[in-house]
């Protein structure tokens, strides 16, 4: 199973970047999503999550400004930043319980290479 996260870049404080991360390989079905993001020096910490059925999670600085989503068809989740501010900039990680079998029931936590996000002030 392999995520493949693009959407990154370099915005001013008050813009708006859409990320996103499709999940690809042998996939049975995929229960929870999320972003992750990794300021320099910091440890990484989850922004936001997002069961299969749609119930999502934010981190309380980014509440209000960025909202997660998914298309379970094609096995890809989003997250829409706005208002960004600096203290957003990071490596922003996906990462993704997949159910690669059912029976046996075997799934894995996969995570895709981060996509950096860069917020002028």
């Known amino acids: 199973v392999q995520l493949q996260a693009s959407g990154g870049g370099l915005v001013q404080a008050g813009g708006s970047l859409r990320l996103s991360c499709a999940a690809s390989?042998?996939?049975?079905?995929?229960?929870?999503m999320g972003w992750y993001c990794q300021a320099p020096g910091n440890q990484r910490e989850l922004v936001a999550s997002?069961?299969?059925?749609?119930?999502?999670n934010y981190a309380d600085s980014v509440k209000g400004r960025f909202t997660i989503s998914r298309d379970n068809a094609k096995n890809t989740v989003y997250l829409q930043m706005n208002s960004l501010k600096p203290e957003d900039t990071g490596d922003y990680y996906c990462?993704?319980?997949?159910?690669?079998?059912?029976?046996?029931?075997?799934?894995?936590?996969?995570w895709g290479r981060g996509t950096q996000v860069t917020v002028s002030s």
């Open positions: 997002i069961t299969s059925d749609g119930s999502t």
């Open positions: 990462n993704a319980r997949v159910v690669v079998t059912k029976i046996p029931y075997f799934s894995v936590d996969s």
């Open positions: 390989g042998t996939i049975f079905s995929i229960k929870n």
